[in-house]
């Protein structure tokens, strides 16, 4: 098993996720020399001046040469990003991204007329509402689970360099299958999301005082940026919308049990889900 | 407009709410006698142990010669205790409730064969997903809304009295109608804890690691207690399925906006929706 020799690496996409791995490659790999893209020129400035040996990269062109690119643009555009670095001449850097949805960037990288096999999909857990360069640390790569959803077509040399290269960042590393990926995530954020938006869209005609920590804390995360939001909702469509049809049926399934004469259904299924909770922040 | 002259004070219930009520009257009127009954012997005791003329009532009847009575057992019993109390033989106390539904007791109060002219229906916005007295301070009395729901049938003198006694212990009163009440409640609310219940149904089969900060926090109101959530739940049923229905519909109509080829209203609706929370934030 070959590692590769990094000495440059390039990040298309300056914001919250690519400030974090800018953060942590300045960190413990100061010498590698980092070559940033973004369409805001602010934000690669932001990212750039912030790394010892950063130069920024007009065109994603100019990242032909590096030995691995981290494509952390926003959910919508990053397939297009991928595919178009996997088609570059005479580039042959390991790729990965970092988008929250993992089936249609592989389904882009497959379906196209380059090699996917240096192509590995992943996404960093960050969750969290703010988003932008600014409010990045390089925390979001050492705390958070970053997972990576290879396929048959990602060749097992890539897979082992993107896993010794995020294991350097200090990130843990874990492994799924992109489609069971996109169905955690829309059952662990996606929904959770949309939850926030509905409950906020709800709540304008109430008086301030009405709407209190429960109803605050929920729809709080309605405060998301809505482009990206917007981006992950269109491109993890299908398992968002299947499940929320089992949010649907079970929220009908507890208000039923409200109506029925007998109690005990009711108090064992709350009592049941409050124990799940429990477990789940016991487990940490 | 006479106001009352509050010696005796009783409290039926002994909770979270009933020890707010009491660890008030203890700091703004020690010269109150305090009549505390609760089903749980230890709950009474903790409560009359803090208050400096406390006695515990054994049976409600012992209440009778009260000036006024706080009903701050669970909400599945409130209307039950409050109609005994107005059936009391002797009594003429002023009644306030504190249950967090309105509309039943207010019904069994005024369908009993009892004059309910001296009840005031009441309830302090708690919040938060503790319970028993032991959690309990008197700022729920002083820093959250409490509001009151009066009737017809309910005496101007008693409504008049109930917020004077409330504003003596530091409360900020406001009045609405009981149906407006719930309402406002189902959503603000309600509805939040019967979302955290099915959502942290939902997540049972996935690893902890990809349940993120969203799906956490929202899923967290479920560790609230299941006993006083079913008897919410079943006490508000109409009133929360009618809630339950809007949300739904408000969920699909984002789900469907999402299947949609021009990305404009997907992004529309959810920017408008952090702009409710973001003014709900900044309206406090």
């Not at 790729?95 to 007329?113: F, M, P, R």
């Not at 998301?224 to 499940?243: C, H, Y």
Request: with cysteine; aromatic share 4%; hydrophobic share 45%.
């Amino acid at each position: 098993m070959s590692i590769r020799d990094f000495q440059n690496i390039g990040l298309v996409g300056a914001g919250l996720i690519g400030g974090a791995v800018a953060a942590r490659l300045a960190r413990v790999m100061p010498d590698v020399t980092l070559h940033v893209h973004d369409i805001s020129a602010g934000n690669a400035a932001y990212v750039a001046e912030r790394h010892p040996k950063a130069r920024i990269a007009t065109e994603v062109a100019d990242l032909a040469s590096c030995d691995a690119i981290f494509v952390a643009t926003p959910v919508a555009t990053i397939a297009r990003q991928v595919v178009a670095l996997l088609e570059l001449p005479g580039c042959t850097a390991l790729i990965i991204d970092t988008g929250s949805v993992k089936q249609a960037v592989v389904d882009a990288a497959e379906n196209s007329h380059a090699d996917a096999s240096r192509f590995v999909p992943g996404h960093p857990l960050a969750g969290g509402i703010s988003a932008g360069p600014g409010r990045s640390s390089g925390d979001i790569v050492t705390t958070r689970p970053f997972v990576l959803t290879p396929t048959e077509k990602t060749a097992p040399e890539a897979l082992a360099d993107a896993r010794e290269l995020l294991e350097r960042l200090g990130a843990t590393v874990s492994e799924m299958k992109p489609d069971a990926h996109d169905r955690a995530l829309a059952l662990g954020s996606h929904l959770p999301h949309l939850i926030a938006y509905a409950l906020a869209g709800l709540g304008a005609e109430e008086p301030a005082t009405l709407l209190p920590t429960s109803y605050r804390s929920i729809a709080a995360f309605a405060g998301s940026d809505p482009q990206m939001w917007a981006d992950i909702f269109r491109t993890n469509g299908p398992e968002l919308k299947a499940v929320l049809e089992e949010f649907k049926k079970r929220l009908d399934l507890i208000a039923a049990m409200a109506d029925e004469p007998d109690p005990d259904p009711l108090l064992d299924s709350l009592s049941e889900a409050k124990d799940r909770i429990e477990a789940l922040e016991n487990d940490g």
